[in-house]
């Protein structure tokens, strides 16, 4: 499905299907975040049943100022992870959504393209 970009200067989810996603055109296959703040980056996950805490550390830690928000994508279907997983961000008061990838990436364009601190994790486990 492509999809249209209300805010030009945000990075957003361009096109996705089955085990990829485009961010501005540019095709990723592997996991990866993607902020609000304009980054790009791989995330160093490559299937749901290894995910830590750690990994959710990270989101925390990828933006300037903490993020309002976290868009989990758990793939092609939706997965919740154990909330012990998530500890972190909901200390730090970091909402966490959770949603299956193409959800996922509707999510955040609509979000980052209202100007809000959001970072989109997606986990491209097929």
């Not at 996991?31 to 830590?52: K, N, R």
Request: glycine content about 8%; some cysteine; proline content about 3%.
């Amino acid at each position: 499905m492509k999809l249209h970009a209300d805010q030009p200067d945000t990075l957003a989810i361009t096109a996705y299907g089955e085990g990829w996603v485009a961010v501005n055109g540019q095709r990723h296959t592997g996991s990866l975040v993607v902020t609000s703040e304009g980054q790009v980056m791989a995330w160093e996950v490559q299937q749901f049943d290894h995910l830590t805490a750690e990994h959710f550390e990270q989101l925390a830690r990828v933006t300037k100022e903490p993020p309002e928000l976290v868009v989990f994508g758990s793939g092609s279907r939706l997965r919740f992870v154990r909330p012990a997983l998530q500890q972190g961000l909901m200390t730090r008061r970091i909402g966490v959504e959770t949603m299956d990838t193409a959800a996922a990436c509707r999510t955040y364009n609509i979000l980052a393209g209202e100007g809000r601190r959001v970072v989109l994790a997606l986990l491209m486990d097929i």
